[in-house]
């Protein structure tokens, strides 16, 4: 029997929250990790006679994020209360927009093994978060949290433009890059930034029909991510072979098994009874608003690497790297302002700066070496100034102690040794100084050449340049 080669097919729904101050219908303090209900508000839980107020800001982020993906730009929306009864949403519905979202489709552009890939964005509406529920710390208890309860959320779903786990996830994260750049969003995935619920399903290659799908919820991490896809278009596979049908379902995933289970079956869409809320007005978008937006769109990554392509000759992992976090870029930006090379300044950063940063558990924008020192230390070292070796022992002192790189030179007398009567004089010494190898060298023993320059580095504290050592070296040796 012939079997079947199964093409999956992908679509991403990803929940941003919006870095604003206040939540997106109240004034309330939006904040993570404050003591459980300290921050929840009566106008986000709906208690009788309130009136939610719509947050400026995050219509602007929104309209940001549909300027950065070229979308079409709605000129007037609204918001719908969606039904559901969750404990996380006590007020019985969420206010999401549902008919006429802020922003219409798009495209984002992502590589994925060194190619290009656009994958459209069908909208990406404005709502509100609900609360959490808390299943760790209760026995046979749920707690509830109400404090990310009208958090504002940007949810922008993707087209089924994706085809396979590492797509997907490469989509997360050019995703994830977007709205770090954009300033929307912190990018905190750890804390629930962003989340994303992965549609699922697969076909026989050529099939032009697109297979029942199902939907993991909540994924919020790139591995994650990879992994329940993978694993739920393996487990799709086997159910179709089996001569079985893929059930319409919305499914969790298990990092620790490593197997999605269903939640819930999702028949109905309409079973969220969909209105327009009568409490907030419709969404009038100016062209002074949307002027506002325009204003904050950025470079972004895919013209960044772009340009650290072509104008900068790098690599493509260099350039991933360096532009997958906005603080990278700027970092290495800054380093480039003084005028050294990029290529040696994106081997320090993605070297020696990202390993120290690592061990100290530091974001790059608190990195104790300022870029501009970097950029001074290696155009020291380009210079001649001093050696790579060096370098490294001026980096550590600029890590641990501060201070400016031609002054750490100076002050610790690091400077090459480039006097060429002064290190001959070194030279002369140390074959002076060692008859007997000066015999086993001459006898044919070239081994004993590194016993002379490690002699001489050690006289000059490393400071001397090895291949004007060797040929020193051999110049004195010869019979
Ligand atoms: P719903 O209204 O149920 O959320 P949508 O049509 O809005 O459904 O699609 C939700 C997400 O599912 C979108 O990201 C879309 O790209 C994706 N999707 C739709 N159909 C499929 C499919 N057959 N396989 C994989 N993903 C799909
Ligand atoms: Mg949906």
Redesign the pocket.
């Known amino acids: 029997m012939a079997t079947v080669d199964w093409e999956s097919?992908?679509?991403?729904?990803i929940h941003v929250q919006l870095a604003t101050r206040s939540k997106i219908f109240s004034g309330a303090e939006a904040a993570f990790g404050a003591p459980p209900n300290t921050r929840a508000c009566a106008v986000d839980l709906g208690m009788p006679g309130v009136l939610p107020v719509l947050n400026r800001e995050a219509v602007r982020m929104a309209l940001t994020f549909g300027l950065a993906i070229d979308a079409e730009i709605a000129r007037t929306c609204r918001f719908d209360r969606k039904s559901y009864f969750y404990p996380d949403l006590p007020k019985g519905y969420q206010i999401s927009q549902f008919d006429q979202p802020i922003v219409g489709a798009g495209v984002v552009e992502m590589e994925v093994d060194g190619a290009t890939r656009r994958i459209g964005i069908?909208r990406a509406h404005l709502e509100e978060d609900a609360g959490k529920s808390l299943h760790e710390d209760y026995a046979d208890m749920t707690g509830i949290d109400l404090n990310r309860a009208g958090t504002p959320l940007l949810e922008v779903?993707?087209?089924?433009d994706l085809r396979t786990p590492a797509e997907a996830a490469a989509f997360f994260r050019e995703m994830h890059a977007v709205v770090r750049y954009l300033g929307i969003c912190d990018g905190n995935l750890n804390e629930g930034s962003m989340r994303c619920d992965a549609?699922?399903?697969v076909r026989p290659r050529g099939q032009a029909r697109?297979?029942?799908?199902t939907?993991i919820k909540n994924l919020n991490s790139f591995r994650f991510l990879r992994q329940a896809i993978a694993h739920e278009i393996d487990r799709q596979i086997g159910v179709l072979e089996s001569g079985d049908s893929v059930v319409r379902e919305t499914r969790l995933y298990d990092p620790r098994d490593d197997e999605t289970r269903p939640m819930r079956g999702?028949e109905l869409?309409d079973d969220y009874r969909y209105f327009p809320d009568p409490d907030l007005l419709p969404v009038r978008v100016t062209s002074e608003l949307l002027g506002e937006a325009r204003a904050r769109v950025p470079e972004l990554p895919r013209a960044k690497r772009r340009r650290y392509r072509e104008d900068l000759g790098l690599s493509d992992s260099d350039t991933g790297f360096l532009t997958g976090d906005p603080d990278v870029a700027a970092y290495f930006e800054a380093t480039l302002a003084t005028g050294c090379g990029a290529k040696p300044a994106a081997n320090w950063i993605m070297d020696r700066v990202a390993a120290s940063l690592n061990r100290s558990g530091l974001d790059v924008s608190a990195c104790p070496v300022a870029p501009e020192q970097l950029g001074r230390l290696i155009a020291r070292i380009e210079e001649g100034v001093i050696s790579g070796k060096i370098a490294g022992m001026v980096f550590d002192v600029l890590w641990e102690e501060g201070g400016e790189v031609d002054a750490i030179i100076e002050a610790r007398d690091l400077r090459r040794v480039s006097d060429a009567g002064e290190l001959a004089r070194i030279v002369r010494r140390v074959v002076a100084d060692h008859p007997e190898q000066v015999e086993q060298f001459r006898a044919g023993k070239e081994k004993v050449l590194g016993f002379f320059v490690g002699r001489v580095m050690r006289e000059t504290e490393g400071k001397a340049d090895p291949g004007r050592v060797n040929a020193l070296l051999r110049d004195a040796l010869a019979p």
């Open positions: 097919v992908i679509g991403l729904e069908r779903v993707s087209e089924p549609n699922v399903s697109f297979g029942e799908r939907e999702k869409s």
